[in-house]
């Protein structure tokens, strides 16, 4: 069964960082594709960034992210990271992550075209992200 622990949000100022993690249980972490997505109260679940279960771990990210944010996974320690950099207050949000199965939804070609977001799935509970002055 497929389990997904977000942790790592907070309180913080603009400017600031953070660091979230992803734990996952109950499957080969390394034969997935992940990716961060974030929700306000109101808006559907936006995606910022992903990386393919492949050994080279491609990367992509959506442009208000981009330069600040950075994805990474470590299948030994079963987790995925993102690292937030100059934190806005447009990065509020709960922030979750999914999973993706290259093997039903076919490889992820992020160098040809970006992920399609809906192709992620079995979201962890999510953890709060404030940036506020």
């Known amino acids: 069964q497929f389990r997904l622990v977000e942790s790592g949000g907070g309180l913080v100022q603009p400017g600031e960082s953070l660091t979230l993690s992803c734990a996952t249980s109950?499957?080969?972490?390394?034969?997935?594709?992940f990716a961060w997505f974030r929700q306000v109260p109101g808006k559907e679940r936006e995606g910022v960034a992903c990386?393919?279960?492949?050994?080279?771990?491609?990367?992509y990210y959506v442009d208000s992210v981009k330069g600040r944010f950075t994805i990474s996974r470590d299948n030994g320690k079963a987790t995925v990271y993102l690292q937030m950099n100059n934190l806005q207050s447009d990065d509020t949000a709960v922030y979750s992550c999914?999973?993706?199965?290259?093997?039903?939804?076919?490889?992820?070609?992020?160098?040809?075209?970006?992920?399609?977001?809906?192709?992620?799935?079995?979201w962890g509970q999510g953890t709060q992200v404030t940036v506020s002055s």
């Open positions: 999914g999973l993706r199965n290259p093997l039903s939804a076919g490889p992820l070609v992020l160098r040809v075209r970006p992920p399609v977001w809906e192709e992620f799935g079995s």
């Open positions: 109950g499957f080969t972490m390394a034969n997935y594709d």
């Open positions: 990386i393919t279960g492949s050994d080279d771990g491609y990367t």
